[in-house]
C-alpha cells in the first residue's frame, strides 16, 4: 500500500513537472502576481502594504555548512536559515540539523493531518 502511495506522488509530480514546462508560456499570464513571480500586476489583490522588517538577523546555531537565524519580532518572527555544500546531501544535513527541534515538533501534526497507512 505504501508503494502505491509513493507511485502515485511520483506520478503526480512528474505529472506537474510535464505541464508546468509544455505550457510555461501561458501559465505565466496567469500566474502573473502570485509569489515570487510578481510584475506588479494588482488585478488580483491589494498589494501588500506591510512596513519591511530590516532588523538584523540575530544568530541562532550553526554547523559545517550552513546558520540558522531570526528575524522580527513576536508574531512576525521567523527563521532564516542558510545552507551551502558541494551536494543535496549536504544542503539536506545542515537543514536538518539546524531545524531538528523544529521538524520534531511539526512531525506529529504532519502525521495527524496525513494519514499514513
Partial sequence: MKFAYTSYLVFLIGLLVFVQTSYSESLSQHLAN??????????HGDPNLNPIDDSEPILVGTVENGSLYTVGTGEDQFWLIHV??????????AYGTLL?????????????????H
Avoid at 551551502?84 to 544535513?93: A, M, T
Avoid at 506529529?108 to 499514513?116: A, D, E, L, V
Fill in 84 to 93: 551551502w555544500g558541494d551536494s543535496g546531501y549536504d544542503y539536506g544535513y
Fill in 100 to 116: 531538528k527541534d523544529q521538524i520534531a515538533q511539526l512531525l506529529p501534526h504532519f502525521k495527524s493531518t496525513f494519514k499514513f
Fill in 34 to 43: 502570485l509569489g515570487a513571480y510578481c510584475s506588479n500586476d494588482t488585478s
